[in-house]
């Protein structure tokens, strides 16, 4: 079991900014997993917003390329988001995934809610 706790979600006036963070503790034996958030807003499907591989290559959804940046430290098993010039459409919950090098093994957060208005 792998267990994932998230911060950094709130309100923002548009064009402000926000840093998520995400760390995984359990059943964690090496750096083979790829961390990722994604996001639901209401009455949409869960979207990916990013994800990061084991060896930090990166993937953006193309609604917050430029806007977004994650990355990752193995250290302590934290996948961090920034996000930047945050839109009203960014407004959703905000949930981490971590996605193990076993085949079929993901496991998600409890979400954590991002409101973007003025």
């Known amino acids: 079991q792998v267990q994932l706790v998230e911060s950094g979600g709130g309100l923002v006036q548009p064009g402000g900014s926000l840093r998520l963070s995400c760390t995984a503790s359990g059943s964690i034996s090496n750096n083979m997993y790829r961390m990722g958030w994604y996001r639901q807003a209401p009455g949409k499907q869960r979207e990916l917003v990013a994800d990061i591989s084991s060896d930090s290559r990166t993937n953006y959804a193309d609604s917050v390329k430029g806007r977004f940046t994650i990355s990752r430290d193995n250290t302590i098993n934290t996948v961090h988001l920034q996000m930047n010039d945050l839109k009203p459409e960014d407004t959703a919950v905000y949930y981490c995934?971590?996605?193990?090098?076993?085949?079929?093994?993901?496991?998600w957060g409890q979400g954590t809610q991002v409101t973007v208005s003025s």
């Open positions: 995934r971590w996605t193990s090098w076993r085949p079929g093994e993901y496991y």
